[in-house]
């Protein structure tokens, strides 16, 4: 009922100011909000979330405790993978037609929309590295492009961190109240083994992969109506263990989305990480980063979480209880008129939650959404 309200409201908003809401039409709308067309802006202020679609993360398929508290808050955007397990479907490739579409009947079987694919089908190392097979893999996930724009799933989170994804080096570290937070020193990785099967690895390269990649891809998402969006490496730092890392500053994603410009090319802004970028005394500006690529309407969707600390030693914490100004950020993504998926990232596990997938606790969501739609209701009426 509320989501139509919410539709409904979009779109009188829309038909007010003679636009048509297409998947990629929103910016026309964000430039009339811009404007400051009264009537727009009245009636943004009544949508629910300020249009802002808040999802909630699955990577471990249907929870359903979590399912059933998130219908409760009203936060029905789902975030997750493609498993043909889920589908019902496991001797078909994830990126098939049939999968996807059932896995996204799976979500609607909840009550809930899958909005966005994180951790995508087929774009593995093979990509990232530029090794013998990547075309196929493209070829692959060009299939998957079409298949989710066919279906109306608009929206993919990926990163470029091969062989070694998020990563930390403690995983229960107490924050307030004995809350647990996952933590990174440097000091505690730079003694592992190098990673050499892979042959010599160079930032170079991985820029000249990533090109390849976009080159390849970002016209087909275009013609599929999906917007692709880079999340940054985590932790950001210049490499691990000898797999080198690239996105791990603002400049990094100007590089990025200058390398092949169109409006499927884009990030996603994990606040978290981009709060951990750069050293001691030059860390990120978070409102004035959002601003920046808003303005170049790159951000397709939001990670809202955060840090204290710096790129080679920080952990993460509570939203109230980081070093980023969280009221700002949230009036950043309202000036831009963001108003795609965005949902909480690691949160800490809190008492009699399990920390049996680390930043995914349930109990930490609950405060974490209660805070998100607080800061929103809080910035759409100042
Ligand atoms: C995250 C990832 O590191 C981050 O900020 O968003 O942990 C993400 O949850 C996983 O890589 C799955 O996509
Ligand atoms: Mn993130």
């Excluded at 789902?78 to 889920?86: E, F, H, L, N």
């Excluded at 774009?123 to 066919?150: A, P, Q």
């Excluded at 932790?235 to 390398?259: C, H, N, Q, W, Y």
């Excluded at 009699?352 to 805070?371: E, K, Q, V």
């Amino acid at each position: 009922m509320k989501n139509k309200r919410r539709n409904f409201l979009r779109q009188a908003a829309a038909a007010a100011a003679g636009l048509s809401v297409g998947r990629l039409g929103t910016s026309k709308q964000k430039e009339y909000l811009k404007q400051g067309v009264q009537h727009g802006k009245e009636a943004r202020s009544l949508m629910k979330d300020a249009g802002i679609e808040l999802s909630l993360a699955y990577f471990w398929g249907i929870e359903p405790q979590k399912v059933a508290l998130a219908r409760q808050m009203d936060v029905l955007g789902a975030v997750g993978g493609i498993s043909p397990r889920m589908a019902g479907l496991p001797d078909k490739p994830n990126y098939s037609y049939e999968v996807i579409k059932g896995v996204k009947e799976a979500w609607e079987k909840e009550g809930l929309q899958l909005k966005v694919v994180e951790g995508p089908p087929s774009l593995y190392t093979k990509t990232k590295l530029g090794l013998e097979g990547r075309d196929e893999e493209i070829e692959n996930f060009i299939t998957f492009i079409k298949n989710i724009g066919s279906l109306g799933i608009d929206t993919v989170c990926h990163n470029w961190m091969p062989v070694i994804s998020w990563t930390r080096s403690d995983f229960e570290k107490e924050s307030r109240g004995g809350a647990l937070v996952s933590s990174f020193d440097v000091n505690d990785v730079k003694d592992q083994p190098l990673i050499t099967e892979f042959g010599e690895l160079t930032h170079d390269k991985m820029w000249d992969n990533m090109e390849y990649f976009l080159k390849a891809v970002i016209p087909e998402a275009e013609k599929a109506g999906v917007k692709m969006a880079l999340h940054p490496d985590d932790p950001p730092i210049d490499g691990i263990r000898g797999i080198p890392r690239i996105m791990t500053s603002v400049e990094a994603f100007k590089k990025m989305l200058d390398l092949y410009p169109s409006p499927s090319n884009g990030i996603t802004f994990c606040q978290g990480s981009f709060a951990s970028m750069g050293g001691e005394d030059d860390g990120v500006d978070i409102p004035a980063a959002i601003e920046y690529f808003g303005s170049r309407d790159a951000i397709h969707f939001v990670h809202f979480r955060d840090v204290r600390g710096h790129k080679n030693k920080f952990e993460e914490t509570f939203h109230d209880d980081g070093k980023t100004d969280m009221y700002r950020a949230m009036e950043a993504y309202y000036k831009i008129g963001f108003q795609g998926p965005l949902r909480p990232d690691h949160v800490p596990t809190m008492a009699g939650d399990s920390n049996d997938h680390p930043g995914y606790s349930t109990i930490g969501t609950l405060f974490a959404i209660g805070y998100i739609r607080g800061l929103i209701e809080g910035v759409s009426k100042a």
